[in-house]
């Protein structure tokens, strides 16, 4: 190489070191036409336009360096960083597995093929490959930190942990996995050890926008929406189109049931980020909850784009139902989420029959005897059981957009009915007979909202001329007895094998008291007097401020006043109660 040539090269390298790109561009760019079979000149020349943002430019100078040397193992490295950052994934997996067989031992190749993996959701493969590169160089603490990621998007909460311990080993103050650690615990639904990571993590540094991000998701699990607010506005101080910020104080907003602030956040994270199908999520509930019907059902949709949605997304190699005619047509209608949508949902099922189909209903085993007996089911299949022929088919709440439905059109009527013959017979006598629900299932999202302690509820076991029948199911029945209530609540537990033993108990009730879950809907469908009792921040299905149900015209509402206060709740019911006992 000639002298000047080596000068120029140097030159260009002094100017990228400080900061001086245009120059470096301009120095490398006469390197490059003075020697333009050398590959090594279009790589150097990529990495200043990168730098510069000309991404663009940057790829076709890689490409070209490839197109010199197949083998370049910092075109092909640098190529794949480009397509990466393009969500390019599958194609710079190519590249980076090309470049390692070169040079098998570069960790920032082991890593960034780590990373591009677990975009692709290969998780597995991810960590073997962060675990080559960690024993490549053992005190990387980002390396045990990107293994723990890995294992978080597994759930496997306790590897993920041990690998931000490790990290924390080598580096007791790294952000990202003090940060992780939080995250970690929020996960496991323990935000109070989930903000202590959160604040040594932010104690180092105050900027970290993740970490607020998550400890604002923590105060918000705790009621503490006030805070969770602040620290999603200090992390969009530092990042004002942060949209997992912006959407999460949208959540916050809908808590307070502040939903025009809720509403203009959740539409500005979809306009920032228009394919993340959590912020669509986000925007669907607030415009649900608002009344916002017609837009709300379509923003609902996005919910099969979750790769968390509770309900996985079927391939059924059927189309899906659109609303044209249904003349002599077979459709599958597949219930999804919980037993209690389910309930409240099928009330669809008789106007899909009207439009001329064969019903055929998938649905959870223990409402499948109450699926049977609804007007228009012809076919009733449990889930993993086989399906029977049809034509098309549609997930059961994607029936109220089908249907256009909107806050007055609700079909509300009585839908659900009792077995004919009483599976269960209770001997209430003269007594106002009142069925008792205090806990939803343990695992949904917001069951320390939303469930009440029976201890709470005992001063409603004082109001006379009334007998209480528990219909709690599962480890929360055992109240009754470690509160010993057993000559005040009759457990039936034993008895509620399904929701058909539930419903002929219920069908022999003057009136349900339940909390936020599948009972209330099973009595409000069978058009029973229920009284449901709602957390703060109720789900969107029970809209704002009313203290009766569109959807069942027997159902009132009693809400909380404020955030896990249910103090009010169960003196308002108390005085109804009495009068209700007295007529």
Same mark, same amino acid.
């Given at each position: 190489m000639a002298a000047d040539q080596q000068e120029l090269i140097q030159n260009a390298i002094v100017y990228a070191r400080e900061g001086r790109l245009e120059e470096a561009e301009k120095a490398f760019t006469q390197v &490059?036409?003075?020697? =333009?079979?050398?590959?090594?000149?279009?790589?150097?020349?990529? !990495?200043?336009?990168?730098?510069?943002?000309?991404?663009?430019?940057?790829?076709?100078?890689?490409?070209?360096?490839?197109?010199?040397?197949?083998?370049?193992?910092?075109?092909?490295y640098n190529c794949a960083n480009i397509l990466r950052d393009g969500r390019r994934h599958q194609e710079a997996v190519e590249l980076y597995l090309r470049a390692l067989k070169i040079n098998p031992e570069q960790v920032a190749i082991l890593n960034n093929l780590g990373l591009t993996l677990q975009a692709l959701? *290969?998780?597995?493969?991810?960590?073997?490959?962060?675990?080559?590169?960690?024993?490549?160089?053992?005190?990387?603490?980002?390396?045990?930190?990107?293994i723990g990621n890995a294992y978080l998007e597994l759930k496997n909460f306790p590897h993920a942990m041990a690998s931000y311990r490790q990290a924390l080993d080598i580096d007791p103050n790294f952000t990202p996995a003090l940060a992780h650690m939080g995250i970690t615990y929020s996960k496991e639904d323990k935000p109070d050890d989930a903000i202590k990571w959160l604040r040594r993590a932010l104690a180092v540094d105050p900027h970290l926008i993740d970490a607020l991000n998550a400890m604002g998701n923590a105060? &918000? !699990?705790?009621?503490?929406?006030?805070?969770?607010?602040?620290?999603? *506005? *200090?992390?969009?101080?530092i990042n004002p189109n942060f949209p997992e910020a912006i959407s999460n104080l949208g959540v916050a907003f809908n808590d307070l049931g502040n939903l025009d602030q809720a509403l203009a956040a959740a539409r500005r994270a979809v306009q920032i980020s228009p394919r993340n199908p959590i912020y669509h999520w986000t925007c669907a509930l607030v415009l649900l909850r608002a009344g916002h019907f017609k837009e709300g059902w379509n923003e609902y949709e996005w919910r099969w784009q979750r790769h968390d949605f509770t309900t996985p997304n079927r391939d059924f190699g059927k189309p899906r139902w659109d609303g044209s005619p249904l003349d002599a047509k077979t459709i599958l209608i597949h219930a999804e989420q919980g037993v209690g949508d389910t309930l409240q949902f099928i009330r669809y099922a008789p106007l899909v029959a009207k439009a001329g189909a064969s019903v055929v209903v998938e649905c959870q085993p223990e409402v499948a005897g109450l699926m049977a007996d609804v007007e228009g089911v012809s076919t009733v299949v449990r889930q993993g059981d086989k399906f029977p022929n049809f034509d098309t088919q549609i997930p059961l709440l994607?029936?109220? &957009?089908?249907?256009?439905?909107?806050?007055?059109?609700?079909?509300?009527?009585?839908?659900?009915?009792? =077995?004919?013959?009483?599976?269960?017979?209770?001997?209430?006598?003269?007594?106002?007979? !009142?069925?008792?629900?205090?806990?939803?299932?343990?695992?949904? *999202?917001?069951?320390?909202?939303?469930?009440? =302690?029976?201890?709470?509820?005992?001063?409603?076991?004082?109001? =006379?001329?009334? !007998?209480?029948?528990g219909l709690q199911v599962g480890d929360r029945q055992k109240e009754i007895k470690s509160l010993d209530l057993a000559e005040k609540v009759i457990d039936l537990s034993a008895k509620l094998k399904d929701f058909s033993a539930t419903a002929s108990v219920v069908d022999q009730l003057d009136l349900v008291i339940s909390v936020d879950t599948a009972v209330a809907h099973l009595a409000g469908g069978m058009g029973k007097q229920t009284w449901t009792l709602l957390a703060f921040a109720s789900e969107w299905r029970w809209l704002m401020g009313r203290d009766d149900s569109p959807w069942y015209p027997s159902m009132r509402l009693f809400r909380q006043k404020s955030a896990g206060d249910w103090g009010d709740v169960v003196e308002a019911v108390g005085e109804e109660l009495g009068k209700a006992a007295k007529a």
């Open positions: &490059r036409d003075a020697d =333009p079979d050398n590959p090594d000149c279009y790589v150097n020349l990529g !990495v200043v336009l990168r730098q510069q943002g000309k991404v663009d430019a940057a790829l076709a100078s890689y490409q070209y360096a490839l197109s010199i040397d197949p083998k370049h193992s910092g075109a092909l959701g *290969r998780q597995e493969e991810a960590i073997g490959y962060y675990h080559q590169a960690q024993k490549l160089q053992p005190d990387q603490a980002y390396l045990f930190d990107n105060l &918000r !699990v705790l009621n503490q929406d006030q805070e969770a607010i602040a620290c999603f *506005r *200090r992390a969009l101080e994607s029936l109220p &957009r089908i249907f256009g439905t909107e806050v007055e059109t609700i079909p509300a009527f009585t839908y659900l009915k009792a =077995p004919k013959k009483p599976v269960v017979k209770i001997k209430p006598g003269k007594k106002f007979a !009142v069925g008792l629900v205090w806990a939803g299932s343990a695992t949904h *999202r917001n069951d320390k909202q939303r469930s009440i =302690p029976l201890e709470t509820l005992t001063p409603l076991l004082d109001v =006379p001329e009334c !007998v209480f029948y």
